[in-house]
């Protein structure tokens, strides 16, 4: 058996706030007693900017990684050198991420995994054992939600938008028969909503000529990176939702109830060199034969036999009350 | 003279054996059931209907406290009764649908196809992992066996709770998801069901497990540690905050499915598990009902309503509110089903298979929903806001509803209910004439259920006015006769005899000159046995308008039943004295007769058809036409040849006759006498030579009674005849010897009584007995010696000076008058017994199956013969011999053998 490393935080949901100490332990397992030169844990927080594909042109593309933004990077020492007895050996640490009075950097945005934009904190705990052994270590990654005092409380004022999706507020051309027909579908949906809550609307098909197959809730993200002088968007698509599946009655008003993934969305950050934001895509898919042939890459492009209406969502965190989890 | 017969005088041994006798108040009988009735009652209350001696008070006790905890009803025992009526559900969901075997399906079950195999997943984008995967478009349906896709369900089935159990709930989670899309595919209707319940046991599965977990959760920490034990009414706050996260966990995975059925599935799995994240689910549970409404599909929605209502159950809520919503729903859902776009209603094939898989989920719901408005006491509530009774304000027919759901709130609403609100509901019917369910058997519904309850008499009248006019508008017999055979009953029960006088004549008018099918002719029998039933007597019946027209119109097994019901009727209360009567159901026999095969066939059926008719001969009576009857029996001969049984009864019926005919006078002796011949003809026609045997005998004790000897010798004469001929007509394994020795005993003692021929020689029937009885095959040796010793009796009582008793006619001299002083004629009865005391021997000597038999045999002899003759050397020596067989053979110290030993002095 190999010696290993885990490093195993207090809590198991792995959240912390910025002005809570990181608590957990190291936990070596060793079948023979060991030396080594000191115990070393790194925190180190930053934000990744990488930009490919989507808007960004030729020569950016070229660029890939842009410069990371650190948040925090500190390293403390746990242990000085000494020796682990053979076995298990669990040594316990805090870590301060910010000291009173001391200066940092950047904000403590929450953790966001995107596809161009990565803000993330890791915990890594180094054990050198001098030249002759190699090094052990052990990363844990921790999510940082966020600790203001000011957070609003839940449930936050819904803040709900009536829209309307008719023939006539599609901006891409529709089937003919679409187009003749017409259709009418109403709802309201909110365009503000806490990351614990469920993002929750109805909506209502009025009318329609030509059947329905389908009506889906997307959940997007965009993230803007600037780049040099200008700014590289990219849009992609988080979660897909169904609501009705077939051609429903008519008037009857359905839920729209979408659970907000984790880690996949944080709250809306507009910071000076990237932002993130969100919306949400309501699509209406028609029958029709030409859709069977096409394969689905992006379901919230516009098409012949879809009508589209996206909002945009901002998200919030709130306040954890004693049933939030 | 070797033997004599010892004297004895009949009157005072009579008189010394006399138990002494005293008068009783009480019958001893009567009187313990009337006391053990009246402590029933005390325990019981004053509704009892009947008394079951075998049922013990102290059962009968706790049976009542039982009752009283019924009454109220609890949540819980509605859930109890709902998780019962699941089960039964699913039964049937999978037993009433059979499928052709081999299945197409659409490429959206494909997972069946690809086998239960999980693709890696972990390198796989978060969108996959929910499980919204690129369906790969085929045109090409593939085909499966049934069998196959259920073994491939239950395999996958198995490879959830294998994951599960290893800790890799995620793959468990995702084979699950994909189990769930199979619901998603109506392509092969029937099959729907099959796979509904498939896939809803795997969820329920899944839905425990995932219970169990946050329970677990909630119950320890992470070193198994106890935090503290839930109990059943636990609260939100109960729950720690890991337990809470990883549930709340469960409803995001299941949430990020992107399809809205298996979510909705998914969801309704894990259900129950809201109550560790809040207290009043009563959000979610509207959620649910509507997210629900996003499914378009009417069997896949519909049949996902009926797994929300039975997880609802899981859930611990009961609530009628939201059961109205989704009925509301349904009838919303179905709305465009019914009604085809050109605006009328047409039922295809299809769409009577979509609305036969509809019935027992709609039934399901319906129950449930009338169990909680029964337990939240609100059932009207709940009505009107299904919207119920509308119709009476508005005087427009707006609010229609569908027939298939109103045919099970009808079928479920408590009958007090169904009886104040009948007008409504009878409107409401005939409001609604849609494909999804016959009006017919609404209206038929509405009239069975009224018959349940006690209805008011007060607008029944009007009601039943309407139903006829409803009825009458469906042209053809059999719709009416349906409708209006589930009003009969209401229309005996409350007397509406105008009403019941125009039915008939309906259906006489609808029926005239036509032939009527097998479904009218079922549904003509049920009226007419209901019309029946209700009536005490046939004289009630008869009367009504066009009943014997009605009657006529009958045919084929619907007559038979009728017929039999006719008769059993009529021979219900006693005598049938009224000739039409008598005719009536002389035809409806013969009907009846003609209609089966007697002489193939030999069921129950016909066994109950050949009893009611020979009851129905039984009964009848022309009271002083004595002729009339008699050939009324002749008929009847004449008529059913063919059923054995009757003959028996005719020979009765004809002997009953000839005594009634003594009784009234000398003068009819002549009638008598053609009553005899009557009997006389009938009796070899009569199956068994047993019964011949009594009739015969039976029959000369008539003749006898009338005094007329010839007649009453040539009977015995053939009841020996028939003794000797029964070796020929049966073996001797079929014979029964008790019975045997019992009609032998009898005619001995009718012997007593019948006066010697002095011609042909005294003794001479009891010789030809003997002689039967010894040369015939079919004697065993048990039967010879009971026979013997009752010759032996026989003779020893006709030796006597006084016989113990007579005949009832004063005209017949008795043997001891006969022969008064005679030596011959006793001398003849000694040489007889001398023969039988042979034979006697003989036959006792023959047993030799059984030692113990023997032995037995011996002694009774024994005790005969030292009974009958006086002791003399001979005879001592004689009974000696027998008595040293019985030793030998029982051992000296059987009882028999004992008390035998006493009686003999030895």
Known sequence: ?325 | MEFEFRRRDYRAEHESQLLPRSRTLKHPLSSTLASRQQQAKTVRGSDLDFFDPLMRLDVNASEEEEKVEDASVSIESVTQDLMKEWKSLKRILTQRFPVSKVISFSPVSNIIMKGSKVENPSTLPHLEETGSEQTCVEETAKMINQQDYIAKVHELRDGITSAWQGGDRVTSLKLSIKVTKLLMDTTVLQFYPTVFVIVTDMLDMLGDMVWERIKEKAEHDVDGTLICTLLNDFQASDICLEARETCYNWFCKVGSVRELLPRIYLELAILPCWRFLVNQPLEVVDRLVMMVRGVADTLASLYCRLYMVHRMQKLGFCNSGYLVKCIKDIEDVLAPVIVDKDGYSYISDDKKLLFSLMEPPIEYITKCLLLVGRQENNVLGILEELGFGKNNSQSSTSSSHVSILLHYLLKELPSELVSSQAMEILHMIKCSNDCSFSQILNYRLLGNRLCEGSSQAGFLSSLISEVFQAASLYQTLYDYLRIMDAYVDLLLQNKMEHHLDALLDDIVTLARDKFLSEEEQASLQSIILKLLSHFEDLQEVLPLNHFIEILDLMSGTSKSSVNMHLLDMGTRNGCICDSTTVQLLFEVSQALYDATDFINVKDDDNRQTAHLISRFVEMVDYGAEMERHLMFLAECREAFNGIPELKETLVRSSNTLAVKALKAGKKHINFVKSCLAFSEVTIPSVSTPMKHLNLYLETAEVALLGGLISHSDGLVMSAVECLENESLRDGPKSMDVDSMASVVCKLCSLLVMVPGNPEKGVVEILKSIVSATCSSSWAMPRLKVKILCAIIKLSSTLFQDNLPYRSANPEIIGNDLLFFGDPSYKKELVSCTQLVLGELVDAIEQESSSQIARGNMALEACNCISSALIMNEKVSQLCLRLFEIARGCLGAKDRYIESTKKSLKL
């Open chain 1, 1 to 325: 058996m190999a010696t290993t490393v885990n490093v195993k935080l207090s809590r198991s949901n792995r959240i912390y706030r910025s002005y809570e100490p990181v608590e957990g332990k190291i936990v070596i397992k060793s079948p023979t007693s060991i030396s080594h030169q000191g115990i070393r844990l790194s925190v180190n927080g930053s934000v990744n900017l990488q930009v490919r594909g989507g808007s960004a042109g030729v020569i950016e593309s070229f660029y890939g990684v842009i410069k990371p933004i650190h948040i925090v990077k500190k390293t403390i020492e746990v242990r000085s050198s000494g020796k682990f007895a053979s076995g298990t050996t669990e040594i316990p640490f805090s870590v301060n991420l910010k000291e009173d009075g001391e200066p940092i950097a950047e904000k403590f945005y929450e953790t966001f995994h995107g596809t161009n934009i990565n803000i993330q904190y890791l915990l890594t705990a180094d054990i050198p054992r001098g030249y002759l052994y190699k090094p052990l270590s052990a990363t844990m990654e921790f999510i940082i939600e966020s600790g203001r005092v000011d957070l609003p409380e839940r449930p936050i004022p819904p803040e709900m938008v009536i829209f309307y999706i008719t023939q006539d507020t599609q901006r891409h051309p529709l089937l003919p028969e679409i187009k003749a027909g017409g259709f009418r579908v109403t709802g309201k949906i909110a365009t503000q909503c806490s990351l614990e809550d469920p993002l929750s609307g109805e909506l209502t098909v009025e009318a329609s000529s030509v059947p329905i197959t389908s009506i889906d809730i997307h959940l997007l993200r965009v993230e803007s990176i600037i780049v040099g002088e200008r700014i590289v968007t990219e849009t992609s698509l988080i979660q897909s939702t169904q609501i009705a599946d077939g051609d429903v009655c008519r008037n009857m008003t359905l839920p729209i109830y979408v659970l907000l993934p984790r880690l996949l969305m944080c709250p809306s950050v507009f910071a000076g060199p990237f932002s993130v934001e969100f919306k949400v895509c309501i699509t209406i898919t028609f029958k029709s034969n030409l859709a069977k042939g096409q394969p689905k890459s992006d379901p919230t492009a516009p098409r012949l036999w879809m009508a589209l209406e996206r909002l945009p969502l901002e998200l919030v965190r709130t306040k954890r009350d004693q049933f939030s989890c």
